[in-house]
């Protein structure tokens, strides 16, 4: 069974920095592009960031450009979301999936990912 669970969520002030982990058990997925989806009370989930199948392209919602890093590690079973620069319209539920398609650019699309974390909370005061 597929399992995914988000941490290092949690409770900051503008400016500081959080680094959200995605530990993946049930299955290996090194041909798979993985992301990162934030949703704020009463908005629609959105796309944050994405890690191709290798961890060689990486993409971003220009929101979070310049200040949140995607990586991957070699063994393919752990996702990292690195955040600096928190702003408090970063506060949100954040999620990891993984899209199992192989596509040539990650999908941003959040219907398009297979396997989804429960999410963890990311809260950002001002």
């Known amino acids: 069974q597929v399992r995914l669970r988000e941490s290092g969520g949690g409770l900051v002030q503008a400016g500081d920095s959080l680094r959200l982990s995605c530990t993946i058990s049930?299955?290996?997925?090194?041909?798979?592009?993985m992301g990162w989806f934030r949703q704020a009370p009463g908005k629609a989930r959105e796309f944050v960031a994405a890690?191709?199948?290798?961890?060689?392209?990486?993409y971003y919602a220009d929101s979070v450009k310049d200040r949140f890093t995607i990586s991957r590690d070699n063994s393919e079973i752990t996702v990292y979301l690195q955040m600096n620069s928190l702003k408090s319209e970063d506060t949100a539920v954040y999620y990891c999936?993984?899209?199992?398609?192989?596509?040539?650019?990650?999908?941003?699309?959040?219907?398009?990912?297979?396997?989804w974390g429960p999410g963890t909370q990311v809260t950002v005061s001002s």
């Open positions: 999936a993984v899209d199992t398609r192989w596509r040539i650019v990650p999908a941003r699309e959040h219907g398009l990912y297979d396997y």
């Open positions: 049930g299955r290996t997925f090194r041909d798979s592009a």
């Open positions: 890690i191709g199948w290798n961890g060689a392209g990486t």
